[in-house]
């Protein structure tokens, strides 16, 4: 049966209507899509700010390292035995320095792997950056402890320096750990498995500044002392990844390192 002129219109307009509802809710979903994009994208916008915020707090804890360094009070014609006798000031101001350095090599290393930061990457950077920023008050009990000569302050300084540095590796392997569990955050050339192996450098160095804390404080500091510079050394050589640096390959044997890679641990 053929329709009428009243009929087609309203067909038509009832066709109409439904044109313009779905295209009305595909632009809802469009706008809501982008919406999700854009908050996504501000929740994790790359790693400029927090890369040169951190670089902001490190260059400062590394210059605030020379407040500690004081002309002796010495009497007139004593400069020379004055200047001498403050050596350990002299030595926590370069193993201060040079430990400082070492986390920011680590740092650097870390986020040239990293291609967003999220709100939780955000607070473990943060975590990082403040005990970092303590490394010059245990080093500056340490020294003066170690130019009073007194064995009990020296065993005290030593148990606060280890505490610090515990905290130190804790934070890192916070940080390790969480972009272990977020790969969207990280560059797609890097290996999965590589921030879940970086956890271990940081739980070694908790390890061994625990044991620094205790030997130290109830054998010997010299223990603890050792253990101190032997540290920030291992951070120093496998600030790229402890099976990224040549020397890794060489103390570690072809098949380990392979084997390491495969499984992920």
Known sequence: MRKGPVERTADNTTSDAVHDYNMATANVDEANAHAAHTRNRRLAAGTSRAEAFSD???AIVITLLVLDLHPPKAPPGQLLSGLIQQWPAYFA???????????????RAAFRRVQDCDKGLHWANLGVLFTSALLPFPTAILAQAMQNRNTTDTRTAVGVYALVGTFL??????????LS???ELVHDDVDEWFFAAERNRAFAGIM???AAGVLGYLVAPVIALVIFLVVPTFYGITSEGLFERPIAATLLSPRAVRSHKKNGK
């Open 93 to 107: 101001y370069v193993t201060s320095y040079l430990y400082v350095g070492v986390v920011w090599l680590n740092h």
């Open 181 to 183: 569990r977020r790969p």
């Open 56 to 58: 902001g707090v490190f």
């Open 208 to 210: 061994l500044y625990a």
């Open 169 to 178: 590796c804790l934070s890192w392997w916070v940080f390790f750990h969480y």
